[in-house]
């Protein structure tokens, strides 16, 4: 306890010469915000924390605390705040048992970020599950530091739980990332999905081209978090997919996988996929491609090119077929869903029906209309498509 009052010490005294918060180390910056974090989760949690108690003398005096803390709890009720819920032990000895028992928790943060989670998870699942959700909220508003935050936040199927409160303090992403959230897009490739996803794309649940694109949309929600960190609903703004479609894609997703315990042939698949990305030098940027078609109209001519020769198409209402166009090479070029393209998000903000668009474009995409013009239209569109990005 008397060397833990010394690393204090130090840590309170001003150093000689001024200095920037780059020439702290993260458990400088954080040395106390981190301590009262820890110190919160062993009282929280207790007697599942005792385990880090230095001696059975000092887990008494911790214990001793907590009880007197568990009975102001017990008489505010449910539902209720205890009157300085967060407030440190007042008695000195149990302070210092306290503190004592975070900084063994804590261990060598830089050094043992797995080992840290694992002591730090059981401690935040009982400490939320028994103390209510605004508890898990304070944690997450902590400004701790790094190591701490990625230790505390709880997960599930891979992501960081939304649990409602989509404002997290900090984005946390799940590994080291040689690209960015702007290498992701919206829809993993095809190609993407031939080269890891063979063993989970041959799956009975997974196999009919709806549960596909569910299965392309949820894997890019997956990178996205493994480079920028956030929750699902978080990664899903940061592609431009609407929440309930992202939500929709998961459940669809999790109904097909968990039964027969598959979920962690996606993990795989994912970070395989991740491990490319890392190492390849010719990322496309496909935020920087959906800045640039946001407002992009094929032009007249381009559109007149496309449709040379195709007598049925004279028939069909020209605004229609250029919006057709324009939609399917947003598709294409940005590797995302038509039917967020902003040519039909352009209808449905001036509150038209899509309904029409949706209907071409679903008529020109289903494989047993893929023949004769339609399908000599589609692969016109198609090679425009790619010729307006011809590398990276």
Known sequence: MLGLQGRIDRYLMPRQSPATNEEYSASEQYFFPDLIAAAQLIRLSWPDSARFAASTALADRIAEHVAIWTTLRDRCGPGKRVRDAWAAPEDPAECGALLLAAETLLGDRGQDGTALRERIQPLADTAFMRNGANIGAAFRRMEVSTDLAKALVRRSLGFNRAGGHPHAGQLLPSRKCHFGI????????????????????????????????????????????????????????????????????????????????????????????????????????????????????????????????????????????????????????????YLHSPTVEALRQAQQTTRRLVAAIGQLQTPSNRRGARLRFLLRINDYADGLVPGP
């Open 182 to 337: 702007g290498h992701v897009p919206a829809l993993l490739p095809e190609a993407w999905l031939g080269a890891h996803f063979t063993e989970l794309a041959s799956q009975k649940n997974i196999k009919s081209v709806w549960n596909l694109r569910h299965l392309r949309r949820v894997a890019s929600l997956k990178l996205v978090e493994m480079a920028g960190g956030g929750t699902w609903p978080q990664c899903a703004t940061t592609l431009g997919i609407p929440r309930i479609t992202a939500e929709r894609s998961l459940t669809v997703i999790k109904r097909s996988l968990l039964p027969g315990d598959l979920w962690p042939l996606l993990d795989v698949a994912v970070e395989t996929v991740a491990k490319e990305l890392d190492t390849t030098t010719l990322r496309v940027d496909f935020a920087a491609r959906r800045r640039t078609l946001s407002t992009w109209q094929i032009p007249a001519d381009d559109l007149e090119a496309l449709t040379a020769g195709l007598a049925h198409l004279a028939k069909v209402d020209s605004l229609l077929i250029q919006a057709v166009v324009s939609a399917l090479v947003w598709a294409r070029v940005t590797q995302g869903d």
